[in-house]
């Protein structure tokens, strides 16, 4: 029912960025793990009459190199393969996303190119009406679950969500709210789990891109005007892309996000545990229960079961 009907195949649309891929070797085995597992926990397989279509962000030498990774799943028919060029995205993203650069980009200039790290947040712009749901993945990705049932959160969301995601697992937002939280204390800004609002991490995203069409509250968002009022009333300068403006974005407007569980991106990144954040830094990372994807972040190394 989330699923495109096209002539037999129900399709489940699946986004990854998988850039400058040419000389990094680090890149490629991130990638590889990630469709492997990916595919061989599936069970969205022709034979029920439904397809995995996965959609690659990819300049020339990284969609060269994407090709070799997925052809057999592809020659099988086991997939539908799509590239997307990142020029022209950036195109259409710029003029949408130009605001939540300004705010929440690395450095003190914002450079064009960078759109294409906002790709979720005009997502549903970007793609054809009939497609209706996607979830956008990190490369640094490990599937120990089937993808399925990512697809099948769509159908708990409330009729106000219109993105799932995970909360962060690193007391990074604590930081960076440092002066909001300082000026308002017993605020749940930055708090840890399970009271508090950590924020969130974009590794695993579930776009509900009927639902940030019609939703006139997510639209009415991405505006410069109110993300230079919301930046300045939470004394917010970020540099992580759309996890940024999500986050700041949750803070004033939670019903617009499915919280999905930390098992669905469990991220192994620790580096901030030794930032002065020692005493408590397993509140925001621990995650109980078993884990059905894990998220490599920081170039973490992925334990092989
Ligand atoms: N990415 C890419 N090319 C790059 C760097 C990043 O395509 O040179 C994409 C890739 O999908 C990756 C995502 O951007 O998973 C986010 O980067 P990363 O996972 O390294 O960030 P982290 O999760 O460690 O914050
Ligand atoms: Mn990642």
Not at 134 to 145: W, Y
Not at 237 to 247: A, C, I, N, R, S
Not at 278 to 286: A, N, T
Request: with cysteine; charged share 20%; net charge negative.
């Amino acid at each position: 029912q989330h699923a495109k009907e096209s002539s037999q195949e129900s399709e489940y649309h699946v986004l990854q960025m998988f850039t400058k891929a040419g000389n990094n070797r680090g890149l490629i085995d991130k990638f590889k793990l990630c469709f492997n597992s990916m595919m061989q926990k599936s069970s969205i397989r022709p034979d029920n009459g439904e397809i995995l279509h996965l959609h690659l962000v990819s300049d020339p030498d990284s969609k060269a190199i994407a090709e070799g990774i997925v052809g057999t799943w592809l020659h099988k028919g086991l997939l539908k393969l799509s590239f997307h060029d990142p020029v022209q995205l950036t195109e259409t993203l710029h003029p949408i996303v130009k605001p939540m650069q300004e705010k929440f980009s690395a450095g003190a200039k914002a450079y064009y190119g960078d759109s294409i790290f906002f790709l979720s947040v005009g997502m549903h712009k970007v793609f054809p009406s009939d497609t209706k749901h996607i979830v956008q993945l990190d490369c640094d990705l490990k599937f120990r679950s089937d993808i399925r049932e990512l697809f099948d959160m769509f159908d708990h969301f409330e009729s106000e969500n219109v993105i799932g995601i995970a909360e962060e697992q690193q007391p990074v937002y604590r930081h960076t709210f440092w002066q909001y939280r300082n000026e308002h204390k017993g605020t749940k800004v930055g708090n840890p789990p399970p009271d508090g609002q950590p924020g969130f991490n974009s590794g695993v995203l579930l776009l509900d891109l009927d639902k940030m069409r019609a939703s006139s509250l997510y639209n009415s968002l991405l505006n410069g005007t109110v993300v230079r009022t919301m930046s300045e009333e939470f004394h917010f300068k970020g540099h992580l892309g759309d996890q940024d403006y999500f986050t700041l974005l949750s803070y004033r407007y939670p019903q617009l996000f499915h919280v999905l569980p930390c098992t669905w991106n469990r991220q192994l990144c620790t580096w901030w545990q030794d930032k002065g954040y020692q005493e408590v830094f397993d509140f925001y990372h621990d995650c109980a229960g078993e884990v059905n994807i894990y998220h490599g972040n920081c170039n973490t190394p992925i334990p092989d079961r």
